[in-house]
């Protein structure tokens, strides 16, 4: 072969090939108690994904708009003093070891009953006082991200069985992928997730977005928001994403559900054709451009749209975190699981695997 036509072969070749992810440690600071913290910074092409072993969490996601400029689409801190003086918005951070909420912080598991703190007026949210987003993981760098370590003891924050959890941040051309496992040795309850909210403008609010949800069904919630237990149409309701819809087209309609939640804070069932990692929603950004597509093996999805946040928070840059500043997709079991036999069970036994996979899309158009 010419060398010319040698040179426009490896060109192509080159092209076409997935560019590997590179993996940088740094460091994030220390604990009260000495323990270092250590930031993963991930490239892959045009994507960077930084994640600490503080709560798992990823403090930044940066991914080009439709002129090609990056951005960071995740609300954050600017520190450790940051993320761990914020008790309340789990920015970014894994939860477990039960995501969402138990109601009145109790649950019964083959007879004996367990005792959580109530850490959201009655009820036990996202793992406790302090749960999976406050303690430092074990981590080791792997082919394409990083390897999250946390081992949960039996009976912390109420919880049976000492739960070893993985979780995996993987990064590739054009998404972010999260798998998770976990393994106990005494029955308990798992459900883990991560709690990003997500800005694909960077900046203002989310209401503009246009967000689909490929689910039929979602679970109302009390004045607690916890599920009362129906599972209801999402037909002829402002909980109807089957179609891309801006997330602030019915947000202030006058429906209970809303108001209760005070704004989109609730479950939806994902119509489910396999068991393995299916298109959940989607989310698309007109003014940058962007879009997200989250996919999973979850049976549930939290859309929340920032409702709590009232500026109190400041976020990166010491901006405040203003309503409505980010949505979040968390991938899950439903709320409250434990106390509902007719939801999917979230036990995991002692002998089987938790492993579930979420990934995030990101492109433009
Ligand atoms: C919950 C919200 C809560 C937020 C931050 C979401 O998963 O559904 O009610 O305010 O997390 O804690």
Redesign the pocket.
Known sequence: MKFAALAAALAVSALCLPAATTVKKGDYGKMPDGTPVAIYTLTNGALEARIITYGGILVSMKTPDRKGVAGDIVLGHDDLAGYMGDK???FGAL?GRY???IAHGAFTLNGAAYKLAKN?GENA??GGLAGFNSRVWAAREVPGGVELSYTSKDGEEGYPGTLKAVVTYLLTTNSLQLHYTATTDKATVVNLTN?SYWNLRGDGDILNNLLTINSDRYTPVDAG?IPTGELKSVAGTPFDFRKPTAVGARIAQNDPQLQL?HGY?HNWILNKSGKGPELAARVDDPASGRFLEVYTDQPGI?F?TG??LDGTVKGKGGKPALLHAAL?L?TQHY?DSPNKPSFPTTELKPGAKYDTTTEFRFGTR
């Open positions: 309340g918005t789990y939860i995501a969402n909420r959201n949210l996202h709690h928001l939640g804070d939290q929340y409702n709590f979040c968390e709320p």
